[in-house]
């Protein structure tokens, strides 16, 4: 059943991101609360603490660049409902896999803005990492609906994990 729930509040987040640029409390808030009531359900109180431990991981994992200002709200509650849903060993293998799409689609994106050699060159020579603080919302030209990244990553993650 969390499986489910976890796939539909994907669902719902890869659209909302996608369309609006938002991952929406609606969705991810009672994911999050389901995840613990049915672990708990489920396991009893190792499901809740390992439901509630997933749920922290997710948050950890995500909390240092959301304050950098490289991502959103939404995006670190997205991967707190998957460790509220799945458990710690499920939200962190998703967030390895996260990670690496992530890490693709802005290199897409580099590549196609012709930005990739000047972003090195400001990383590497200047030492100056960009935070989007400073970017119109409309004209994220550096950014992209990181949703995106951890719906893909989390699927694949749990293509792996089934195999």
Request: hydrophobic share 60%; with cysteine; glycine share 12%.
């Amino acid at each position: 059943m969390t499986l489910i729930i976890l796939f539909l509040a994907m669902a719902i987040s890869l659209f909302t991101d996608i369309k609006n640029r938002k991952i929406l409390n609606i969705v991810t808030l009672p994911a999050m609360l389901l995840g613990l009531i049915l672990n708990t359900i489920n396991y009893g109180w190792e499901g809740l603490l390992l439901s509630f431990l997933g749920l922290l991981i997710g948050f950890g994992l995500l909390v240092i660049p959301y304050a950098l200002g490289g991502m959103a709200a939404g995006d670190v509650k997205l991967l707190m409902a998957i460790g509220a849903l799945q458990g710690p060993a499920f939200v962190f293998g998703s967030f390895l896999y996260t990670a690496i799409f992530g890490g693709i689609m802005a290199l897409i994106i580099l590549v196609m803005k012709k930005e990739l050699l000047s972003s090195l060159k400001r990383i590497f020579v200047t030492l100056q990492l960009k935070t989007l603080d400073g970017l119109n919302k409309n004209d994220m030209h550096h950014a992209f609906p990181y949703g995106v990244a951890i719906v893909l990553g989390t699927v694949c993650y749990s293509g792996v994990n089934l195999l």
